[in-house]
Each structure stands twice: as C-alpha cells, then as structure tokens.
C-alpha cells in the first residue's frame, strides 16, 4: 500500500535555528498537507499545497514557516527560527483530490526545541 | 470561528462491546465528514467518511451516522477488539482545500 514517508522521524533542535522536515508525498497525489499536533492535544492544519503554490494557510502558518516541492518527489516544510513552541509532531499528508477525499498521512517527524 | 468537538475525552469498553465516539461539528458550511484513527506514535489513519447528502454509511466493523439538524456526528464501532483502541478524530472540510480535527477521544478497549 502506498505510503507517505517522512524523515527524519525525529528532530531535535536549538531554539532560533533553521529546521526543515521532509516528506515524499503519494507519488500520484497532487495536493499536500501539512499539520501539527502538540502532545495531548488536537491535529491542527497549518498549510495546503496544490499546483506548486499554497492554497490556505492557518494563522499559526506565519512567516517563520514556508513550503516547497524543490522536485518532483519531495514537499518539505521550514521553519526559520524555531521557538520553544514549535515543538510538536508535524504531519505530511496527501490527497488525490484535495479535501474530498480522505488523506493519507506520514508517520510524523517530532520536532523537539530547547 | 471553525471548531470541531467532542463530548467524550476518554471511553473504556468491554472487549466484543460496541463503541459510539460522538463529536459536534460547527460549520453549517461542512460538505464532507471524515473519522480518523492515530494509534501511539502514528499519523492518523483514514477510517470512513461521510458527506452532506447522507445520514449513514457504513463499513466493516465501522458506522458513522449525521445529523445535520443538530450538527452531530458519531462513528460507531461493533464488537469493539483491543486493536481498536486509539485516538479517534472526526474531521469536517469547510472548504476544499483543508479539513479541520476534532480535539480527539481516546478509546481504550479492556479485555
């Protein structure tokens, strides 16, 4: 069954520096996802992607994050200056047709910052 | 703002039980309605989905009911197993390009 891969599974990283998570989406899937979710707490969406721009952001999406799909494989999220807040797991997710179908997700990276 | 809830935090049943995870949604504007499972250290995992123009749909093991009227969602699960247990999301999708989750109850299956 296809998966959606993520690497590295887990990410540890000093508060005020770059940080970016990868993901190798369903190879047929067009749109891209991602997500957040604090420990404890709910699955919050940050951002979409489709046809190589974003197509809605979240308010926690602010300027310190921004997306990319550098090839045809790889969608990765950065985050510029990571605060202690940004830790979290963060989840890729894709779908053939947007929102109107169920996506399927990656196993998360956890970003831990100290 | 956009918001989906739940009633139930936590649920424990009895192996070979049914289980019912309820959740509120709040958006009038919702078309489609999704329950996702996420087991320890995992992403959510797609279960069933539901949209607007139904009330009920179901799959093996697994039934998620609408209400439109009260805005309402529940899935539930037959002779609930220990595999079944988890977090269960229910999702709704406002707009085309994202789904909001629900806070999240947890299912805890005893043998």
């Known amino acids: 069954e296809p998966e959606v891969t993520q690497t590295p599974s887990h990410q540890v990283t000093q508060m005020g520096q770059e940080v970016i998570l990868r993901c190798v989406p369903i190879?047929?899937?067009?749109?891209f996802y991602w997500y957040r979710q604090i420990l404890g707490q709910k699955v919050e969406f940050l951002v979409s992607?489709?046809?190589?721009?974003?197509?809605?952001k979240s308010e926690i999406f602010d300027d310190q994050f921004s997306v990319e799909r550098p090839d045809g494989s790889n969608f990765t999220l950065k985050i510029r200056s990571t605060k202690l807040e940004d830790s979290a797991m963060y989840f890729c997710?894709?779908?053939?047709?947007?929102?109107?179908?169920?996506?399927?997700f990656g196993s998360g990276t956890r970003l831990t910052v100290v | 703002g956009e918001s989906v809830g739940l009633h139930l935090p936590t649920l424990s049943v009895q192996e070979g039980d049914n289980s019912i995870i309820n959740c509120a949604y709040s958006?009038?504007?919702?078309?489609?309605f999704i329950w996702y499972k996420q087991e320890s250290g995992k992403g959510p995992q797609f279960i069933i989905d539901?949209?607007?123009?139904?009330d009920k749909r179901q799959g093996q093991r697994v039934t998620v009911l609408l209400n439109k009227t009260v805005k309402h969602l529940s899935l539930q699960i037959a002779a609930t197993q220990p595999g079944d247990s988890a977090v269960y999301f229910c999702?709704?999708?406002?707009?085309?390009?994202?789904?909001?989750f629900g806070p999240g109850t947890s299912l805890s299956v005893i043998p």
């Open positions: 997710a894709s779908s053939t047709q947007g929102a109107l179908v169920g996506y399927t």
């Open positions: 190879s047929n899937h067009l749109y």
């Open positions: 992607f489709y046809n190589n721009e974003i197509s809605e």
């Open positions: 539901i949209r607007s123009n139904m």
């Open positions: 999702a709704e999708t406002p707009s085309l390009d994202k789904v909001i």
């Open positions: 958006n009038s504007a919702s078309d489609y």
